[in-house]
Each structure stands twice: as structure tokens, then as C-alpha cells.
């Protein structure tokens, strides 16, 4: 007999006891499937954060994984894919915040480390992002990308020394680091050591002939040491690389002028104003008045 149904005679004591338990056992039986967590409810949100991460919609990818951990509040990959769509979002106070909690689930959880130093190092908290990188070679101390990380927030530090250690290091494990080159260059430069600059800028050029930035960066060098004709080719070959390159165009104009090659100097003043509107004010006004004072305004 349908149990729903005898409930509609009187009963009582036992029988009555009876029936409700019954009844409780069949609503429970017959509740629709969501009226409970599915099992791997979680990971269905967590793959939705994955979806908006591809498509760069951070602010559903935070949502999706709110979801996940709000369900499995131990799930530490979902703290940590929210923790990069926080910082991608610029929302580096709540990446870091997520980070925090990977490291304390999975303390050997590398990538956490290392993201909460990126962190650490945009927000300019270069202690801090030192620390985290130190652990981060703690845990794979043949990470070339960790001594390279590291070295740069030594360097932001301005503690040169350091961090050429850390890149000549980075070099050591992955012998064609054009970026490890690329900075190292960037640390002997704000050491005065302009040759050894030099060096390493054309290391990570032959490494990666298309990078405008370390053309631009060797002309830099070569300026600093008085040696303006090679200086405005890199700089042109930044430009040619690169089309909208102000800096370079700037930079070049400077050479042009010291080199005497005002009619290039003009060029290069007027190429770095018509691609400047995103430049310093100061510099795109110093830049009318030199063309104004040698004439290339005409």
C-alpha cells in the first residue's frame, strides 16, 4: 500500500511512528538529484573557471572558483587558478591573499611560491618577493626561471651584485636564456660596467635577433660610452623591428644630436611625437623644442 496514502487514516502510537518514518524515507528516496551536492560538483566549477580563463573573462573564472571552493574548501588548485585570475584582474592584495592559502594546504607547491613573488614584486615588495623566490629554489634549485625572478627583484632592490649572481646562475642552467642575458646586461648597465652590458645584450640578441628592447638597450649602453655612431644603428634597427618604438625614436634623436647628424635627429624627433601621444609630457615637449631649435620644425 502507497505509504503517502495510509497517512490519510487515523492512526496512533506505534503505527503512526511507523508510517512517518516511512514517509521520510520515501520523500528522501524520491527528492530530485540536486537537491544534494553531486559528487564532483566541484570540479565542474572548477573547469568553468578554466572556461572564462581562457576567454580572459576574470571576473566569472573568480566566480566559477569561489564556487568550487565554497564546496571543497581544501581544494588548493582552485585557490590558486583564482589567485592568477585575481592578479590578472590587478587585484594583487586578493591574489596574493589565495597564493597564501595554496602555500598553506601544499607548502611544496612551487607555482605558488613563485606567483606570490610576481605578486610581491608588482606591488614593488621586493623583500618579500625575494623571500618567496628563495623558497621556490628551496624546493627546484635547478629552476633557471627562479634564479632569473630572483635577480630581478634583487635588482629592483638595487642590489646589482646579488643579482647578477642570480642571473649568471640562470645562464649556467639554460645556457640560451636570452632574458637572463637580456637583464644581466640590464644590471651591468646600472653598474657603469658598459662592456660587459654590451656583451650581454648582444648575447641575447644573437639569442633573439627580433627583440627591439635589447637593440634599444646595447644603444644605450654604447651612449654611455661616448660611441654615438653604433648607438643610432641599434637604435634604427630597434625602430625597423619595431615601427612603434617611441623611446627609440627618442633616444635616437639624442645620439643624432650629439653625433652632429641633425637632419637624422630631426627625423627621429619628429618619427617619436607622432608616436608619443602615450609618452611623457616633458619629453614630447623637450622634443618640439629641439626640432624648433635645429631647425626641423620647418
Same mark, same amino acid.
Given at each position: 500500500?502507497?505509504?503517502?496514502?495510509?497517512?490519510?487514516?487515523?492512526?496512533?502510537?506505534?503505527?503512526?511512528?511507523?508510517?512517518?518514518?516511512?514517509?521520510?524515507?520515501?520523500?528522501?528516496?524520491?527528492?530530485?538529484?540536486?537537491?544534494?551536492? *553531486?559528487?564532483?560538483?566541484?570540479?565542474?566549477?572548477? &573547469?568553468?573557471?578554466?572556461?572564462?580563463?581562457?576567454?580572459?573573462?576574470?571576473?566569472?573564472?573568480?566566480?566559477?572558483?569561489?564556487?568550487?571552493?565554497?564546496?571543497?574548501?581544501?581544494?588548493?588548485?582552485?585557490?590558486?587558478?583564482?589567485?592568477?585570475?585575481?592578479?590578472?584582474?590587478?587585484?594583487?592584495?586578493?591574489?596574493?591573499?589565495?597564493?597564501?592559502?595554496?602555500?598553506?594546504?601544499?607548502?611544496?607547491?612551487?607555482?605558488?611560491?613563485?606567483?606570490?613573488?610576481?605578486?610581491?614584486?608588482?606591488?614593488?615588495?621586493?623583500? *618579500?618577493?625575494?623571500?618567496?623566490?628563495?623558497?621556490?629554489?628551496?624546493?627546484?634549485?635547478? &629552476?633557471?626561471?627562479?634564479? &632569473?625572478?630572483?635577480?630581478?627583484?634583487?635588482?629592483?632592490?638595487?642590489?646589482?651584485?646579488?643579482?647578477?649572481?642570480?642571473?649568471?646562475?640562470?645562464?649556467?642552467?639554460?645556457?640560451?636564456?636570452?632574458?637572463?642575458?637580456?637583464?644581466?646586461?640590464?644590471?651591468?648597465?646600472? *653598474?657603469?660596467?658598459?662592456?660587459?652590458? %654590451?656583451?650581454?645584450?648582444?648575447?641575447?640578441?644573437?639569442?633573439?635577433?627580433?627583440?627591439?628592447?635589447?637593440?634599444?638597450?646595447?644603444?644605450?649602453?654604447?651612449?654611455?660610452?661616448?660611441?654615438?655612431?653604433?648607438? %643610432?644603428?641599434?637604435?634604427?634597427?630597434?625602430?625597423?623591428?619595431?615601427?612603434?618604438?617611441?623611446?627609440?625614436?627618442?633616444?635616437?634623436?639624442?645620439?643624432?644630436? *650629439?653625433?652632429?647628424?641633425?637632419?637624422?635627429?630631426?627625423?627621429?624627433?619628429?618619427?617619436?611625437?607622432?608616436?608619443?601621444?602615450?609618452?611623457?609630457?616633458?619629453?614630447?615637449?623637450?622634443?618640439?623644442?629641439?626640432?624648433?631649435?635645429?631647425?626641423?620644425?620647418?
Amino acid at each position: 500500500m502507497n505509504p503517502i496514502f495510509t497517512l490519510a487514516r487515523r492512526m496512533s502510537g506505534k503505527s503512526l511512528l511507523f508510517s512517518l518514518l516511512l514517509l521520510c524515507l520515501f520523500l528522501f528516496l524520491a527528492a530530485p538529484a540536486d537537491a544534494a551536492v *553531486k559528487p564532483g560538483a566541484e570540479e565542474h566549477w572548477f &573547469n568553468k573557471g578554466l572556461q572564462y580563463d581562457s576567454r580572459q573573462d576574470y571576473n566569472k573564472a573568480i566566480a566559477a572558483y569561489s564556487q568550487a571552493i565554497a564546496l571543497n574548501p581544501q581544494y588548493a588548485d582552485a585557490y590558486y587558478n583564482r589567485g592568477n585570475a585575481y592578479k590578472n584582474s590587478g587585484e594583487y592584495d586578493n591574489a596574493i591573499a589565495d597564493y597564501t592559502q595554496v602555500i598553506a594546504l601544499a607548502p611544496q607547491n612551487m607555482d605558488a611560491w613563485r606567483s606570490r613573488g610576481d605578486v610581491y614584486a608588482e606591488k614593488g615588495d621586493y623583500d *618579500k618577493a625575494v623571500t618567496d623566490y628563495t623558497q621556490f629554489i628551496a624546493l627546484e634549485p635547478q &629552476n633557471a626561471e627562479a634564479h &632569473n625572478n630572483r635577480g630581478i627583484a634583487y635588482s629592483d632592490k638595487g642590489d646589482y651584485d646579488t643579482a647578477i649572481t642570480d642571473y649568471t646562475r640562470a645562464i649556467a642552467l639554460q645556457p640560451k636564456y636570452a632574458t637572463a642575458y637580456y637583464n644581466r646586461g640590464i644590471a651591468y648597465k646600472n *653598474k657603469g660596467d658598459y662592456d660587459k652590458a %654590451i656583451d650581454d645584450y648582444s648575447q641575447a640578441i644573437a639569442l633573439n635577433p627580433r627583440d627591439a628592447s635589447a637593440y634599444n638597450n646595447r644603444a644605450n649602453a654604447y651612449v654611455m660610452k661616448g660611441d654615438y655612431d653604433k648607438a %643610432i644603428t641599434d637604435y634604427s634597427l630597434a625602430t625597423t623591428l619595431d615601427p612603434d618604438y617611441a623611446v627609440a625614436y627618442y633616444n635616437q634623436a639624442l645620439a643624432c644630436e *650629439k653625433a652632429g647628424r641633425l637632419a637624422e635627429a630631426a627625423a627621429a624627433y619628429r618619427a617619436f611625437i607622432s608616436h608619443g601621444s602615450n609618452q611623457d609630457e616633458e619629453e614630447v615637449t623637450y622634443a618640439h623644442q629641439r626640432l624648433a631649435a635645429i631647425g626641423g620644425d620647418r
